[in-house]
T-cell receptor, first 114, second 112 residues
């Protein structure tokens, strides 16, 4: 079946603008994770959903970042008033359930803030 | 907090074995993972090991875990040019946390 998909693959925006990044998890996966990967670094956790609710948002850097998953499937990561330091690859992963050992990653969205 | 460390670069000759090392600090880690990332691609899960095991083998891949020293390694036998990529070590803690904590990655270059 299809893997995790993310759109857009690339997003270029200007400082101060609002952006939305979308993640389509593997069908039937109830747990969904967002990570951010800066150049030369490993992914860093942002937020995780079990079903529709955010079970852990401790990795969100500040209140400009918000994520939703209204129907327990697709998730959108929203960044307000973007800053140049937000430039990174945003990765989404899903797993069958929160307790499952395997997280499957999407290809990521490369966000560039000019 | 948790910390995962890896060396940045490794070069090997095609056909040789590669050994990528990782150390972590969280003694409550339950699962330890190896992911592969090729240029422009997402992370591919290669293998993972439960913390009560000390070795896991999967075809050309061998994972060794020394829980006492908090040291994890990935050995790739008969390394091929297609194995050139960045390899990330990651750990998952016990308790309610479900997220992975990643190292900075090791760039493996396979020379012909």
């Amino acid at each position: 079946g299809a893997g995790v998909s993310q759109t857009p693959s690339n997003k270029v925006t200007e400082k101060g603008k609002y952006v939305e990044l979308r993640c389509d998890p593997i069908s039937g996966h109830t747990a969904l994770y967002w990570y951010r990967q800066s150049l030369g670094q490993g992914p860093e956790f942002l937020i995780y959903f079990q079903g529709t609710g955010a079970a852990d948002d401790s990795g969100l850097p500040n209140d400009r970042f918000f994520a939703v998953r209204p129907e327990g499937s697709v998730s959108t990561l929203k960044i307000q008033r973007t800053e140049r330091g937000d430039s990174a690859v945003y990765l989404c992963a899903s797993s069958r359930s929160a307790g499952d050992n395997e997280q499957f990653f999407g290809p990521g969205t490369r966000l560039t803030v000019l | 907090g948790e910390d995962v460390e890896q060396s940045l670069f490794l070069s090997v000759r095609e056909g040789d074995s590669s050994v990528i090392n990782c150390t972590y600090t969280d003694s409550s880690s339950t699962y330890l993972y190896w992911y592969k990332q090729e240029p422009g691609a997402g992370l591919q899960l290669l293998t993972y090991i439960f913390s009560n095991m000390d070795m896991k083998q999967d075809q050309r891949l061998t994972v060794l875990l020394n829980k006492k020293d908090k040291h994890l390694s990935l050995r790739i036998a008969d390394t091929q040019t297609g194995d050139s990529a960045i390899y990330f070590c990651a750990e998952r803690s016990s308790g309610s946390a479900r997220q992975l904590t990643f190292g900075s990655g090791t760039q493996l270059t396979v020379l012909p």
